[in-house]
Structure formats: C-alpha cells, structure tokens
C-alpha cells in the first residue's frame, strides 16, 4: 500500500506503485485518495442526479463510448517505453525526428491548381511569396484519368478542380521560375502518376537539375482510388505494376523522391472512421509493399521513401491520438511483418489535409475556426507537412485572398502559438493515451479482418472496405440529421442570412486555348519519334520490362497523357466498379 515520502503543514504527499512506476498521491485536509470507479459513483454521481449532462452518450467517431474522466487507473497496464519511448526512437510514438518542430516546422504546403499552367504558376508563386514551404499540384478531372484537354471526354472540366496538364510543354509552364532542386513538390495524381513523374523529371533535366537533389511526392496510390475516389483507369493488377516500376525506377534515379503517399484522406472524407482511415490506408500499404517484394525489392531499400497521407478532421484530440497511433502501428508493421532493421524504414512520414468533408456552405466564415482548430490538431500529433483548406472551398476553388489565408492559419500556429515549442505536448495525458491505445487496438482488428479476405486488393474486389465506408458515412448523415451531431450553421445555430463571399471561376476560354495549344503543339513535333515510343510502350505493357524510362523518353517527345493512356487502355483494358449492396 501507500506509504509516507514527504510531509507538508496541510497535508501530505503519498507514494504508491502503478505498473511498475512510482506515482504520487496528495491527501490534505484529511481527505484521503480514492479510486475513479469511487469518485464517479459518489461526487460525479451526485453531481449528474442533481443536473443531467447535456446528451445520454459521449462518443469517439468509431462509435465508442467515451468515460467522463480518465485516470490512472485506465492505464494499468501502461508502460511508458513500449507505448511512448522517445522522439526519434522506435516506436515513434512521440514524432519521427529527434527534435521535431524545434529544428524546422512542417512544410506550409498548400494545395493548388486552375485553369491553364501559366494561371497555376502564377498562384504557385504568389504562395511562394507568403512564406509556403513547398508546393502542392492539383490536377483538373481530364488529367487525373487520362484524356487531353481536347479529348470529347474532357468537355466541361478543362481546369475545373485543378490544373491540366496534356504534356511536357504544360510542365514546363508550370514550374517556369520555380527551381525544382531548391522546392520539393507534392502531386496529387494516382492512375497517371508514373506519366505525370516523367513530365517532371524531363522538366527538371531541362532546368539541368540535379536528379538527386530532386525531392517531392506522387500520391500514387491507386488501391484508395477503387475504394472512394474514382479516379482510377485501368484494373488493380496492371495499376499496380506501374507503382511498382516507380519504387524500382526512382530507388537508382530519383532518390529523395517519396514514391507513393498512401493515402487515408479520401476514404476519411468518403466517411470512414480515424480508426478505418488508418486500418484501410495500412492494409494498402501492405498490398504495395508486398507487390514490391514480390519483384524483388528489398523492403529495407524502399520504405524509407514510403510516404501517408492523413485528413484531420474536426474531433480534436481524437485527431491527436490517431496521428500518434499511426506511427506506432507503421513501426510494428515494418519489424514484426517486414523484419526491417533500417530505423528510416519504421518511421512513418505523413502529410496531413484539414478536412474538406468538413467544410460548410452554409456560414462560410465558420470554416476559419474549423481549419484552425484542425491544423492545431495536426501539428499537436506531429505531421510533416500540412494543408490548410480556405474557408469558401465549399463553394469553389479558393480565392487568392482565402488562400493567403490559410496559409497564415498555419504561420500562427508555428509562429505565435507556442505549441511547436515543445515535442508531444500532450504526451502522457490520461484521455490522449487511452485514446492512442484504443484507435491502436482498433486498426490493427481492421488490418486483421482484411487479411481474411486476402489482403487490400481482395477485399476491394469482394468490396469489403466500400461496403463498411458506406455504412460509416450513412452513421454520420443520420446522426447529423437527428441532430445527436451538432453541424454549427447548418442543423443548429442556423441563420437566416446567405453568407456569399467572393468565388473564383475558371474562364471557359481555357478549354478553347488548351485545344488551341494542342493543336499546335503536336503538329510541330516529330511525329515518326513520337510513333516509335508509343509502340515501344505498348509492347512494355506486355512485358516485364520497366515502364518509367519509356515514359520519361515520350515526355521529352512530348507525347501527351491522353496518347499514352489511350494505348495503356487498348493493352490492359479499363477497371469498372465493384458494385455493393
């Protein structure tokens, strides 16, 4: 039991051993300690007779229900250095870098793309201008799935949700001025990625760049695509033989490249839970690296360029708790499953995107504190990179002056708020490491359950991981609509008054000029060249030899996304949706 270590004329400090460390209970004024279960059953339980709290139940997004208080007692069985350890340190529990936020912020990378390549590289250097860190490329609809700006199937989305990008002249408009050996560059593009990755190689060999300084990400990830996105293009199996030849290509070529961002994001905004977010994005990790295994990459040599893509939505320390879960679930993975012996390889990296799910029409304005609050929740989980959504994205692309912003959204928090100032602030919070070690438990039962099926890509077949995001979200619109969640401005708090800021619309000339630049760029080219790569591609799709110099070769030939998709799909065929009941 408890025995005296200090005395004090009010009272007395007590000292008592719970799992193996020593804690420190004060009993004054001759009231002596006592246990949660006690306290609940007598002062909180006087206190909830006497004034009923506001709902019957409080509730984590997986639907668990929440304790009033946590104490000690909810981490018995806790030790601090197999859970936590120290930052830097296996499990990462606590952030990837010894010093964190202390050495440098997370790179201020906002997400950006409209209308043509010249109209996008001018917002790119505006952002550069107000302090961002890096840049992040949006792509409209017709290049994220493989049609030029004058293909019939583009009519009425030229440069609608991002920028379009047909061929190597589009990049280098894009990244005019902009050195690419000195900016790293994040692509939001999956089924097209390894052909957008050409178009930027070839542009930085023509800015005579030094590939090895190249640094940067491509999403790349194809897997959450067919479970909630939709834009994919051809079948799982041949999609993934092309992230495959990335991982392989960019190891000797591009080496501080991050070859793929498996990404949880979309699924989260589709409306799975934090804990499906990061058990679907892992069970597709799996699936990529086991694919890359299968070729006869080493995983020691390749995962230290694996890169995650988070959402942060708006449960703000449930946020926390599942970025700190997600390291330590990826560093168990990379021992446990991969026997990896490279610490580089256990640390998960990831950026994060403030929920766009989130974000309201209604009272736009709100959106500002929604993002605020999120980004804080991102950098108290210790991202490396993050997204800052601008307030009237509910509406349309953001303005400049949203997005100016929200990029000073994040500028305080690094700048003025003081919480990059310390590593983990909130570690050893009773509630944050309970939650930690619940959406823990949580992902690794999911990851356990699609290993039933075979892995990722047969559960998406089976449609497994589509089937519980439908449920999820379903959850979360009837719980909106029977107000048990609180939406401000829209099911409570709602006001009369339309709340219309300024919105940017792309000019519907783009869509003329990018047939226009089109037109002209492939009748000045080298149409004999331009055959032969594309039938030294089409045989490559037939082979196992390795697509990304070929596509590099057609790039610098400008050969088009469209020309190159278009034999992709005569040799591999198009995927079409698995539909779930």
Not at 172 to 188: A, C, F, N, V, Y
Not at 387 to 411: G, I, K, M, W
């Amino acid at each position: 039991m408890a025995r005296a270590s200090g005395l004090h004329p009010e009272g007395q400090w007590f000292e008592s051993t719970i799992a193996h460390h020593k804690k420190l209970f004060w009993i004054g004024n001759g009231v002596t300690s006592k246990s949660k279960s006690n306290w609940e059953d007598t002062t909180y339980s006087s206190a909830t007779n006497r004034f009923a709290e506001r709902q019957e139940h409080f509730k984590s997004s997986s639907g668990n229900e929440l304790d009033a208080l946590y104490a000690p007692e909810d981490l018995s069985e806790w030790n601090y250095y197999n859970k936590l350890g120290y930052p830097g340190e296996f499990p990462f529990t606590r952030g990837v870098q010894p010093t964190m936020y202390r050495g440098r912020l997370w790179t201020m990378r906002q997400y950006a793309g409209f209308a043509d390549a010249a109209e996008s590289n001018r917002r790119y250097k505006f952002l550069l201008d107000q302090g961002q860190t890096g840049l992040s490329v949006a792509f409209d609809l017709p290049t994220q799935i493989g049609f030029d700006s004058d293909d019939d199937e583009a009519i009425g989305e030229v440069g609608k949700v991002g920028v379009a990008i047909s061929s190597l002249a589009d990049m280098e408009t894009l990244t005019d001025g902009i050195p690419l050996e000195k900016i790293t560059t994040s692509m939001t593009i999956n089924a097209t990625a390894p052909i957008l990755l050409a178009f930027y190689v070839a542009a930085a060999k023509k800015q005579s760049a030094d590939l090895s300084k190249i640094g940067g990400t491509i999403q790349n990830d194809i897997l959450k695509e067919y479970i909630a996105r939709g834009t994919y293009i051809f079948p799982p199996r041949p999609s993934l033989r092309l992230i495959t030849d990335t991982f392989s290509w960019c190891k000797d070529n591009l080496p501080n490249w991050n070859t793929i961002s498996i990404s949880g994001y979309h699924m989260r905004e589709a409306g799975c839970t934090a804990a499906q977010e990061l058990s679907f994005t892992f069970a597709n990790a799996i699936e990529y690296v086991d694919a890359a295994i299968e070729i006869g990459l080493k995983f020691d040599e390749f995962a230290p360029r694996l890169a995650f893509f988070w959402a942060c939505h708006s449960n703000f320390l449930e946020e926390v708790a599942k970025f700190r879960a997600s390291r330590r679930v990826w560093a168990r993975i990379a021992t446990e499953r991969y026997k990896s012996t490279n610490p580089r390889s256990q640390m998960l990296r990831f950026h994060t995107q403030t929920g766009g799910a989130t974000l309201t029409a209604q009272q736009p304005l709100n959106n500002l504190i929604r993002t605020a609050l999120q980004a804080m929740s991102a950098v108290l989980g210790g991202t490396q990179s993050l997204h800052t959504n601008s307030y009237d994205e509910a509406l349309a692309l953001p303005t400049e002056e949203s997005v100016e912003l929200a990029l000073r959204t994040q500028q305080l928090i690094g700048y003025e708020s003081g919480v990059a100032d310390v590593i983990d602030p909130l570690a050893g919070s009773y509630y944050i490491e309970r939650l930690t070690d619940q959406i823990e438990a949580e992902t690794m039962d999911y990851i356990d359950r699609i290993e039933t099926f075979g892995g990722a890509l047969s559960g998406i077949e089976q449609g497994f991981q589509q089937r519980e995001i439908q449920e999820s979200a379903y959850q979360l619109q009837s719980q909106a609509e029977s107000k048990e969640r609180i939406v401000v401005g829209v099911n409570e708090f709602v006001t009369e008054d339309i709340e219309t800021p300024p919105i940017l619309k792309v000019d519907p000339a783009v869509e003329k000029s990018r047939a226009e630049h089109l037109k002209k760029l492939r009748s000045g080219r080298n149409s004999k060249a331009t055959e032969d790569i594309l039938k030294r591609i089409r045989s490559a799709a037939n082979s196992n030899e390795n697509m990304m110099p070929l596509l590099i070769q057609a790039a610098e030939h400008y050969v088009t996304v469209g020309e190159i998709c278009r034999i992709l799909r005569e040799e591999w065929g198009e995927y079409r949706e698995v539909m779930t009941l």
